[in-house]
T-cell receptor, first 113, second 114 residues
Framework: GAGVSQTPSNKVTEKGKYVELRCDPISGHTALYWYRQSLGQGPEFLIYFQGTGAADDSGLPNDRFFAVRPEGSVSTLKIQRTERGDSAVYLC???????????FGPGTRLLVL | LAKTTQPISMDSYEGQEVNITCSHNNIATNDYITWYQQFPSQGPRFIIQGYKTKVTNEVASLFIPADRKSSTLSLPRVSLSDTAVYYCLVGDRNSGAGSYQLTFGKGTKLSVIP
């Protein structure tokens, strides 16, 4: 079946701009996660959704970052006033339940100039 | 969550067995050990998870000694397509590895040479 998909695959933006990154989880998966991966590092947890609500957003670096999942399926990660330090690969994962194996998408490569 | 230590990189020839060892001296009683694989330009992929002794699946084997302070991921007869970064994660099944907020280290970059 279809895996986790993320769009766009690449995003180039200028410092100060607003960006939205989209994640389509595997159908039926109730849990959805966002991670950020910098070059040469492992992924870092950002936020976790169970259904429509953000169950844990402790990994969001600051209030410029926000994520939504209004209908309990697709999720959007929103970054305001982007900074060059936000450049990274943003990974989305989903799992059938909170304790299940996480299935990752290919990521969105964000470059802030 | 317990911290893990693994080699930064390893090289291997095709057809050889590769063993990647991960140290987790502070592992807690209810912690599980999970390994993920990540190819370039892809997200991590779950390989195997275990609690003690030995676990085997179609991809790899995981060896965990009695004290559980380390674990070894074994990849039989590697091919060029096994070139990837391998991450060892340790955590409570309900609050770490196997659940949300996975904590990744830098991983081990395995390069398979023809």
């Amino acid at each position: 079946g279809a895996g986790v998909s993320q769009t766009p695959s690449n995003k180039v933006t200028e410092k100060g701009k607003y960006v939205e990154l989209r994640c389509d989880p595997i159908s039926g998966h109730t849990a959805l996660y966002w991670y950020r991966q910098s070059l040469g590092q492992g992924p870092e947890f950002l936020i976790y959704f169970q259904g429509t609500g953000a169950a844990d957003d402790s990994g969001l670096p600051n209030d410029r970052f926000f994520a939504v999942r209004p209908e309990g399926s697709v999720s959007t990660l929103k970054i305001q006033r982007t900074e060059r330090g936000d450049s990274a690969v943003y990974l989305c994962a989903s799992s059938p339940r909170v304790s299940g194996t996480q299935y990752f998408g290919p990521g969105t490569r964000l470059l802030v100039l | 969550l317990a911290k893990t230590t693994q080699p930064i990189s390893m090289d291997s020839y095709e057809g050889q067995e590769v063993n990647i060892t991960c140290s987790h001296n502070n592992i807690a009683t209810n912690d599980y050990i999970t390994w993920y694989q990540q190819f370039p330009s892809q997200g991590p992929r779950f390989i195997i998870q275990g609690y003690k002794t030995k676990v085997t699946n179609e991809v790899a084997s995981l060896f965990i000694p009695a004290d559980r302070k380390s674990s070894t991921l074994s990849l039989p007869r590697v091919s060029l397509s096994d070139t990837a970064v391998y991450y060892c994660l340790v955590g409570d099944r309900n609050s770490g590895a196997g659940s949300y907020q996975l904590t990744f280290g830098k991983g081990t970059k395995l390069s398979v040479i023809p």
